[in-house]
């Protein structure tokens, strides 16, 4: 009986030595291995190395998922942090990862990973050895809170880079030079005004620039043979200069420019120009389901742009205003003083 019971003390120790062994989620194809709630704190394993969880899934696997609970509160753990240990010792080197909508904050780029989906997330660090070589061919950061992104320029490899909705307010373009291969960049939704195109790569085929504060686009030196798709909706565009822009960009086919603040009489020009040379100015359904412009827009072929004070109508409405604005002040001066004279009294 002893020995039967120094047996199961035995296996019961072994089994939390080992700890718990992850699986794939079933049901997907063989190479997509999908995980759920992996615990992992890199801070808490240096002083507790026995934590490190294990996987195991299949050899055919390319791409892990590494998915979480959604909690709306942080006394629930999660991953905030992948590390090198993470990529190589516990999910053995995918080549291709996926991380979505958690609460990561920092990322030790992978030498070895070549596609990463990394949106929807809190990463405002990115960790990356100028010295080492980087074989990712297609990143994407959006919807996350960078802001310093000087370090990417290490990865020469990319193809398609997404650094849309994060909190880029200078925009070095400098560290696009590398990037030879790059054909995709997506800049959309981030808060820089101004915009050096001369720097980016030659073979760039598209563009996002959409939802920023440009105010002007300097062409002066800039020549992209390649690039077809330039989208520069919702910025604070006033004029484009066409001739330079089709001299720069030669093999434009779209060029998006709704809710920009353009003068009337410029969208009108502007539009009549890219009809004469076949270049489309919206995207998707736009002006299919287009419901109306808001109060302080108005309409061009179904676009709305933001009335500015450039334009006419919109100038002696900022000169009522500004009028209106004075006499409320005059008399509330006035009745502040007359205020103060009858309780002197």
């Known amino acids: 009986m002893r020995r039967y019971v120094r047996l199961l003390a035995l296996l019961a120790l072994c089994s939390v030595a080992s700890g718990y062994v992850y699986q794939c989620e079933p049901g997907t194809e063989p190479t997509v291995c999908s995980i759920w709630n992996l615990p992992y704190d890199s801070k808490a394993l240096v002083k507790h190395p026995d934590k490190l969880p294990s996987v195991q899934y299949p050899s055919t696997v390319r791409t892990v998922r590494l998915l979480f609970e959604k909690y709306y509160y942080n006394r629930q753990q999660q991953l905030t942090r992948y590390d090198t240990t993470l990529h190589t010792t516990v999910l053995h080197n995918p080549p291709i990862l996926q991380i979505c909508d958690t609460r990561?904050?920092?990322?030790?780029?992978?030498?070895?990973?070549?596609?990463?989906?990394?949106?929807?997330?809190?990463?405002?660090?990115?960790e990356i050895e100028p010295d080492k070589t980087y074989t990712?061919?297609?990143?994407?950061?959006?919807?996350?809170?960078?802001?310093?992104?000087a370090n990417l320029s290490v990865l020469v490899q990319l193809q398609t880079l997404n650094l849309e909705a994060n909190s880029i307010t200078t925009l070095n373009t400098s560290v696009f030079t590398r990037m030879v291969n790059l054909t995709y960049l997506y800049l959309g939704d981030n808060s820089f005004s101004t915009i050096d195109l001369r720097p980016l790569p030659k073979g760039l085929s598209v563009l996002w620039l959409l939802r920023?504060?440009?105010?002007?686009?300097?062409?002066?030196g800039v020549s992209m043979g390649a690039l077809r798709?330039?989208?520069?909706?919702?910025?604070?565009?006033?004029?484009?200069?066409?001739?330079?822009?089709?001299?720069?960009?030669?093999?434009?086919?779209?060029?998006?420019?709704?809710?920009?603040?353009?003068?009337?009489?410029?969208?009108?020009?502007?539009?009549?120009?890219?009809?004469?040379?076949?270049?489309?100015?919206?995207?998707?359904?736009?002006?299919?389901?287009?419901?109306?412009?808001?109060?302080?827009?108005?309409?061009?072929?179904?676009?709305c742009f933001t009335e500015t004070l450039l334009g006419a109508r919109s100038f002696w409405k900022g000169i009522?205003?500004?009028?209106?604005?004075?006499?409320?002040?005059?008399?509330?001066?006035?009745s502040v003083r007359w205020i103060w004279y009858q309780m002197r009294y």
């Not at 959006?142 to 310093?148: D, E, T, V």
């Not at 009809?275 to 808001?294: A, I, L, P």
């Open 104 to 126: 990561l904050r920092q990322l030790v780029m992978p030498p070895s990973l070549q596609v990463g989906y990394l949106t929807d997330n809190m990463i405002s660090t990115i």
């Open 229 to 303: 798709e330039l989208d520069l909706e919702a910025n604070s565009l006033y004029t484009l200069d066409l001739a330079a822009l089709f001299a720069a960009f030669p093999a434009l086919q779209v060029l998006p420019i709704a809710y920009n603040s353009f003068p009337k009489e410029e969208a009108e020009r502007i539009i009549a120009d890219l009809k004469r040379h076949n270049v489309t100015y919206s995207v998707g359904m736009e002006r299919m389901y287009q419901e109306g412009c808001d109060s302080d827009e108005y309409s061009v072929d179904s676009l």
């Open 320 to 334: 009522f205003l500004l009028v209106m604005a004075v006499l409320v002040v005059c008399m509330f001066g006035f």
């Open 136 to 149: 990712v061919r297609y990143l994407d950061l959006s919807h996350n809170s960078l802001r310093n992104i």
């Open 212 to 220: 920023n504060d440009l105010r002007e686009l300097s062409l002066t």
